[in-house]
């Protein structure tokens, strides 16, 4: 079954604490994207990756970073989580051009 | 530079009536747009995307979508809508100059609720 998966799904974390959030897609997709999304703003984009060894930022990239070592890998990073970094994250992958994208189940990330 | 938006941020409707579901776009050039529904605890699903040809494209679950260039405009619509309806919907573009970037932009999301 094509799908992205996320881990974890549920995270509470303290100040300061590093942690990583790992997304894996199995459709060969080139493209990958890590979003958050908070109430009244929609999904805005953190990074996005076109390939292997490509990444970039998005619209909201302070306080993360990502990796991507390998095509179906693509993990978002927080090195020091601050509570304004609480909110829900996807991560999604898609082909280039005109196709739609694909979306984990998300990550309810709660810092304290 | 790209722009979606979404004026209702809720819409209420009566099981059984139609639906619109409002979305507006800036893009320089052609759009690609897409709607998207999400169920709660759930990531996002696809619904229906426009590419180019028929200005009236039909989607998963009964949706539909027309596309007006005129209006730059792309709303959600379903003939008679059902309680299982009720979700979080987003409309997304992507400006077909930059496709081959990943840069897709999402409104800010209408709660559609379909009452019995």
């Known amino acids: 079954e094509a799908q992205v998966t996320q881990n974890p799904r549920y995270l509470i974390t303290v100040t300061g604490k590093k942690l990583t959030v790992t997304c894996s897609q199995n459709m060969n997709h080139e493209y990958m994207s890590w979003y958050r999304q908070d109430p009244g703003l929609g999904l805005r984009q953190i990074y996005y990756s076109m390939n292997v060894e490509v990444t970039d930022k998005g619209d909201v990239p302070e306080g993360y970073k990502v990796s991507r070592k390998e095509k179906r890998n693509f993990p978002l990073i927080l090195e020091s989580p601050s509570p304004n970094q609480t909110s829900l994250y996807f991560c999604?992958?898609?082909?280039?051009?005109?196709?739609?994208?694909?979306f984990g189940q998300g990550t309810r990330l709660t810092v304290v | 530079a790209q722009s979606v938006a979404q004026p209702e941020d809720q819409v209420n409707v009566a099981e059984g009536n139609p639906l619109t579901v409002k979305c507006t776009y800036s893009?320089?050039?052609?759009?690609?747009l897409f709607w998207y529904v999400q169920y709660p605890n759930r990531g996002l699903q696809f619904l229906l995307k426009y590419i180019t040809g028929d200005n009236l494209v039909k989607g998963s679950y009964g949706f539909e979508a027309e596309f007006n260039k005129s209006q730059t405009s792309f709303h959600l619509k379903k003939p008679s809508a059902l309680v299982s309806d009720s979700a979080l919907y987003f409309c997304a573009v992507r400006d077909a100059q930059y496709s081959s970037a990943s840069k897709i932009i999402f409104g800010s999301g209408t709660r559609l609720s379909i009452r019995p």
């Open positions: 999604a992958s898609n082909s280039p051009g005109n196709t739609e994208a694909f």
């Open positions: 893009v320089s050039g052609n759009p690609y």
